[in-house]
């Protein structure tokens, strides 16, 4: 099983509807991001969560929300759908023995393809 | 904010080395990584460098210049399965907390 689970692979959803993106990781890590890939525009941060009671707005969080359900769950919430949505959302984890030290390697999900219609 | 650039396109030929760079501008600088992406499937981590140097892993090396903001990673003896985008990415952030932030990526096509 992989250790960054993302549901579901793939979504069409029409204009206007609300969609969750779901994130589940087996890592045992404090630190959960999502971020949008564009082509061409390599991958942007949305929101993160550094633990369950902490919520941080990435660059481009305007028509997202998240919420932190657990150490391992990470969801990612389109409240009305636009077409300029579609893109690739990938899941990621980090992690560190000491918190106060920068990770060195983040962990991603496979990725969800949105496509909004 | 930070920004990253580096070249959106590399072409080499089996058995070749190739350099991608990446410069950056950041503040609150950590570390340096780069992470290899196939066909849109989940980015996996080649390297971090935190301190200025090479880091040698098998066939790939990465390299940091943090008076330059400037790194690097080299791919020695090349396989068509190297072909993928490559993305630098800056880690960075205050005391206790950092982020990611990612390069536009470079996709590298190697040739038989």
């Known amino acids: 099983d992989a250790d960054v689970t993302q549901t579901p692979r793939n979504r069409i959803t029409k204009t206007g509807k609300r969609i969750m993106l779901e994130c589940s990781q087996t890592?045992?890590?404090?630190?959960m991001y999502w971020y949008r890939q564009d082509p061409g525009l390599g991958l942007r941060l949305i929101y993160y969560?550094?633990?369950?009671?902490?919520?941080n707005k990435g660059e481009i969080s305007d028509g997202y929300s998240v919420s932190r359900q657990a150490q391992a769950k990470f969801s990612l919430s389109l409240e009305s759908a636009i077409p300029n949505q579609t893109a690739l959302y990938f899941c990621?984890?980090?992690?560190?023995?000491?918190?106060?030290?920068?990770?060195?390697?983040?962990?991603f999900g496979q990725g969800t393809r949105l496509t909004v219609v | 904010g930070q920004s990253l650039e580096q070249p959106s396109e590399v072409t080499a030929v089996e058995g070749a080395i190739v350099q991608i760079n990446c410069t950056y501008q950041?503040?609150?600088?950590?570390?340096l990584s780069w992470y290899q992406q196939h066909d849109g499937g989940a980015p996996t981590f080649l390297s971090y460098?935190?301190?200025?140097g090479l880091e040698e892993t098998g066939r790939f090396s990465s390299f940091l210049s943090r008076s330059d903001s400037y790194g690097y990673l080299l791919l020695q003896e090349l396989q068509m399965k190297d072909s993928a985008s490559y993305f630098c990415?800056?880690?960075?952030?205050?005391?206790?907390?950092?982020?990611?932030?990612f390069g536009k990526g470079t996709m590298l096509l190697v040739s038989p």
């Open positions: 890592k045992g890590h404090d630190r």
């Open positions: 990415a800056v880690r960075a952030g205050g005391w206790g907390y950092s982020t990611l932030t």
């Open positions: 990621a984890t980090s992690g560190s023995t000491n918190p106060l030290a920068p990770d060195t390697e983040a962990f």
């Open positions: 950041t503040s609150g600088f950590y570390g």
């Open positions: 969560s550094f633990d369950v009671k902490d919520i």
């Open positions: 460098n935190a301190l200025d």
